[in-house]
């Protein structure tokens, strides 16, 4: 079937990246949506009771387990998605972009995470969920729980930057690391805002889905290598 003239002339029109990319958004939104519903319905208390407690000790929950440097430690993982240190990627990400002659890839850089940020915003309001009581928060956060703010704007901000600056980047080693860079960052962020009690595990599941959907979005958009290369001067003669 697969070796049909039809499919080839359609694997041809569309190359298999862009077919990966846009399942990979189709799965993660699909994924989001039925997470809300699963939420609403009350079907994952269990599974984020079970998490949260988890991590604290059965006769305190007030407590971490573990050493007592490591709740610092959380801290400074959560600290890696705070606005403060986004904005600073994003600006850092921008001028990176921008000494490559990418200039449509620094417009992005700015663009993309700061858009992303604002629908966050809107969908924590329209959710509505509220912060965990089961445990003692470590912090203090008033807004709403899903999505995890500080998971889904990591998500958004490290992997699409990612996405942006491996399309300047030409060596394939240095574009795989910068992604698995993005995926560490995140991947700490979301655990630490449950291990400090700040968030549901499935808020922070929520995020990354919604991160990894709008890093998958802007990949989808970025189809070519944008490079822009100098006019090679005329020869003489």
């Given at each position: 079937?697969?070796?049909h ?30 997470l809300?519903?699963?939420i609403g319905?009350?079907?994952l208390?269990?599974?984020d009771?079970?998490i ?8 305190a ?14 801290l ?7 606005s ?16 490559k ?11 993309a ?18 912060r965990?009581?089961?445990?003692d ?13 500080h998971?889904a704007?990591?998500a ?6 990612a ?5 300047v ?17 995140t991947t ?7 291990a ?9 599941l929520?995020?990354?889905?919604f991160g990894?959907?709008w ?6 958009v970025?189809r ?8 090679p001067?005329?020869s003489?003669g």
């Amino acid at each position: 079937m697969f070796n049909h003239p039809k499919f080839r002339l359609f694997r041809k029109a569309v190359p298999s990246r862009i077919l990966l990319i846009t399942g990979l958004v189709t799965g993660a939104a699909t994924l989001l949506l039925w997470l809300w519903s699963e939420i609403g319905e009350g079907e994952l208390r269990h599974f984020d009771e079970v998490i949260l407690l988890a991590f604290r000790h059965p006769d305190a929950v007030g407590q971490m387990v573990g050493p007592l440097w490591l709740k610092q430690t959380m801290l400074d993982f959560t600290s890696l998605g705070s606005s403060t240190l986004l904005s600073l990627v994003i600006v850092g990400a921008t001028a990176f972009a921008l000494t490559k002659r990418a200039y449509r890839i620094a417009f992005l850089a700015a663009g993309a995470p700061i858009s992303g940020a604002i629908l966050v915003a809107l969908l924590k309001v329209q959710f509505g969920r509220a912060r965990p009581t089961l445990v003692d928060p470590m912090m203090v956060e008033s807004s709403a729980s899903f999505p995890s703010g500080h998971t889904a704007n990591s998500a958004i901000v490290y992997l699409t930057i990612a996405v942006l600056l491996m399309r300047v980047e030409k060596k394939p080693e240095t574009r795989m690391f910068i992604l698995m860079v993005a995926v560490l960052l995140t991947t700490l962020v979301g655990i630490s805002r449950v291990a400090l009690g700040v968030h549901w595990p499935s808020d922070v599941l929520g995020g990354w889905l919604f991160g990894t959907t709008w890093a998958c979005l802007w990949a989808l958009v970025i189809r070519h290598p944008v490079i822009e290369k100098a006019t090679p001067a005329p020869s003489e003669g």
